[in-house]
Every structure is written in structure tokens, then in C-alpha cells.
């Protein structure tokens, strides 16, 4: 049998982390899957590639996009725009376990959404999802019905 994978994309960068009294790079990749048009994924560590081994991170698209240009996201995940800086963009990221300032490259974030875009444009991500022949599989073979019906 064939496996066949979504196509996507993926862009290896590095992430400085924001210390107290220094910068800490962290090797990460950006990646992209079609068979999830909303999200984007960034998994980070020295084995960034194999996202098994690595601590990975989903953000929402839009939310990235967003964040290139001004302040965006609340919560668990923070994006903006450097003011002194035209190209840093800053990732703050809470967990339960803590939390983490990233500075990454304004530019590399904003070549690798255009790529993104290339592949499901924005608008266009709610037709990548097969939404009604899931919902038909789950109610034609999901189950029995709880209710007896």
C-alpha cells in the first residue's frame, strides 16, 4: 500500500531565546501541512526535524500572520513586532511549565507564510477539509447511538 502524505511545507530557521543575560539559539523548523490549513507547526530542538524527538508548538496561521504586523494573540501564545528592528519578530510561549521569549527573523516568518499561501491561499482553508464526507463517515460508522435511536 501507497501512503500518500499532504503536501506542505517546512522551513528550518533558528530561534534566539530570550535570557536574562543572553541569547540562546534554538534550532527550529516552521511547518506547514495542507491536511491542517489552519494551523502551523514549530518544533524545536537539534532534532527539530524529527518531530517525534522534538517539543513542538501549534499556532494558528491567521495568528502568525497577524503578528508580523502588531501585537497579536492572547493567552498561551503572544506574537509582535520588533520596534527598534524591522526584521525581529517576538514569540512568547506559557506552559504550565513556564514560559519563553523567542526572537525569529521577521522576514524568514513572513517568506515562509507566503509559501503557505502558495499552497492553500488565505480564504481558502475551510476547502482543504473534507468537513461533510467526515461527518458522514462518523455518522454512518462512528458508533452506536448512545440514545438507542
Same mark, same amino acid.
Given at each position: 500500500?501507497?501512503?500518500?502524505?499532504?503536501?506542505?511545507? %517546512?522551513?528550518?530557521?533558528?530561534?534566539?531565546?530570550? *535570557?536574562?543575560?543572553?541569547?540562546? !539559539? #534554538?534550532?527550529?523548523?516552521?511547518r506547514y501541512d495542507?491536511? +491542517?490549513?489552519?494551523?502551523?507547526?514549530?518544533?524545536?530542538?537539534?532534532?527539530?526535524?524529527?518531530? !517525534?524527538?522534538?517539543?513542538?508548538?501549534?499556532?494558528?496561521? &491567521?495568528?502568525?500572520?497577524? *503578528?508580523?504586523?502588531?501585537?497579536?494573540? +492572547?493567552?498561551?501564545?503572544?506574537?509582535?513586532? %520588533?520596534?527598534? /528592528?524591522?526584521?525581529?519578530?517576538? $514569540?512568547?510561549?506559557?506552559?504550565? /511549565?513556564? &514560559?519563553? $521569549?523567542?526572537? #525569529? /527573523?521577521?522576514?524568514?516568518?513572513?517568506?515562509?507564510?507566503? =509559501?503557505? !499561501? @502558495?499552497?492553500?491561499?488565505? *480564504?481558502? !482553508? %475551510?476547502? =482543504?477539509?473534507?468537513?461533510? %464526507? &467526515?461527518?458522514a463517515a462518523l455518522? /454512518? @460508522?462512528? *458508533?452506536?447511538?448512545?440514545?438507542?435511536?
Amino acid at each position: 500500500m501507497i501512503s500518500r502524505s499532504a503536501p506542505g511545507y %517546512s522551513c528550518p530557521t533558528t530561534l534566539h531565546l530570550v *535570557g536574562p543575560q543572553s541569547w540562546t !539559539e #534554538v534550532p527550529a523548523l516552521l511547518r506547514y501541512d495542507v491536511s +491542517d490549513p489552519f494551523a502551523v507547526r514549530i518544533t524545536f530542538g537539534e532534532t527539530a526535524a524529527d518531530e !517525534e524527538d522534538g517539543i513542538s508548538w501549534l499556532l494558528g496561521r &491567521e495568528l502568525l500572520a497577524a *503578528g508580523l504586523d502588531r501585537p497579536a494573540g +492572547d493567552g498561551d501564545v503572544r506574537l509582535w513586532p %520588533s520596534r527598534t /528592528s524591522g526584521d525581529v519578530l517576538y $514569540l512568547h510561549l506559557r506552559a504550565p /511549565s513556564g &514560559e519563553a $521569549l523567542f526572537e #525569529v /527573523s521577521r522576514g524568514t516568518v513572513a517568506g515562509f507564510l507566503q =509559501m503557505t !499561501e @502558495n499552497l492553500v491561499p488565505v *480564504g481558502d !482553508e %475551510s476547502s =482543504m477539509l473534507a468537513v461533510d %464526507s &467526515e461527518l458522514a463517515a462518523l455518522l /454512518s @460508522n462512528g *458508533g452506536a447511538d448512545p440514545t438507542g435511536r
